[in-house]
């Protein structure tokens, strides 16, 4: 059966982050990460493909799972290219559990709006096994596409907490878990002992951490420079200190 305009209206709406909060829904149109998050358990609402397309495995598990025409992809796709696959999620925010960043390794983004960094610190955080993802309020939405793209499958892996962070790195700190956060001035992370459990914390690229998140810092560690670059990407730093952590 063919979408109907109110259809049609109703799936574009889902580009604006106000639409996606309001009807609970979010939308991934790129086939291999679809692919990524079903392997991963995750499963979807709504899959719209074309007749052509070839569906991953488990896409039958969608609620309403629709064939639909290139040009009607092309009328509901948020892209100017659309890809032959159109998945709809519901959006499903996890809330903090008291002391829980007292066990394992988390990783707090502080402000970090660039969406591309955002899913890529989710895989950094998926690769090293850590327990979970704080992402600050001003942080890029979680469910926007660049976000879950750059995630790759790690979005349905990763368990990722919205929440004010300098509220929640007070009750890890005082809770005597490790708070670091990157500084010119702390201690070269190479020197790191491993730790079980601890906060990782990565501020902006451009404003660096916040003044309520830095005050809630234990200990400030550096990655030190040999060459001339001013600052290194959100995402690299992060990468660096999460391997040292890890290491052996």
């Known amino acids: 059966m063919p979408l109907t305009k109110a259809e049609i209206t109703r799936l574009r709406s889902l580009q604006?982050?106000?639409?996606?909060?309001?009807?609970?829904?979010?939308?991934?149109?790129?086939?291999?990460?679809?692919?990524?998050?079903?392997?991963?358990?995750?499963?979807?609402a709504e899959l719209y493909a074309t007749e052509t397309a070839a569906l991953p495995a488990g896409a039958d598990g969608a609620a309403r799972l629709?064939?639909?025409?290139?040009?009607?992809?092309?009328?509901?796709?948020h892209f100017p290219t659309p890809s032959d696959v159109f998945a709809v999620g519901q959006i499903a925010r996890a809330a903090l559990a008291p002391s829980e960043l007292a066990r394992g390794l988390t990783l707090a983004l502080d402000g970090i709006q660039d969406p591309g960094n955002v899913g890529t610190l989710l895989r950094i955080a998926d690769w090293f096994g850590f327990a979970r993802v704080l992402?600050?309020?001003?942080?890029?939405?979680?469910?926007?596409?660049?976000v879950i793209n750059a995630s790759m499958g790690s979005f349905a892996r990763v368990r990722v907490?919205?929440?004010?962070?300098?509220?929640?790195?007070?009750?890890?700190?005082?809770?005597?878990?490790?708070?670091?956060?990157?500084?010119?001035?702390?201690?070269p992370v190479y020197e790191l002992?491993?730790?079980a459990d601890a906060v990782v914390v990565i501020g902006s690229e451009g404003r660096g951490l916040s003044t309520g998140v830095a005050v809630r810092l234990t200990r400030r560690?550096?990655?030190?420079?040999?060459?001339?670059?001013?600052?290194?990407n959100a995402a690299v730093a992060a990468g660096i200190v999460c391997a040292a952590l890890r290491r052996g």
């Open 16 to 44: 604006d982050k106000k639409a996606r909060e309001a009807a609970g829904l979010y939308v991934v149109e790129n086939p291999k990460v679809v692919a990524e998050l079903l392997a991963a358990g995750h499963r979807f």
């Open 66 to 77: 629709a064939r639909v025409t290139q040009a009607e992809l092309a009328r509901i796709s």
């Open 135 to 146: 992402l600050s309020p001003d942080s890029a939405d979680l469910f926007s596409q660049k």
């Open 161 to 187: 907490v919205t929440t004010e962070l300098a509220a929640a790195l007070a009750d890890a700190g005082a809770a005597g878990v490790p708070v670091l956060g990157c500084d010119l001035a702390g201690e």
């Open 193 to 195: 002992a491993p730790l």
């Open 221 to 232: 560690v550096t990655i030190p420079r040999h060459g001339g670059a001013e600052s290194l």
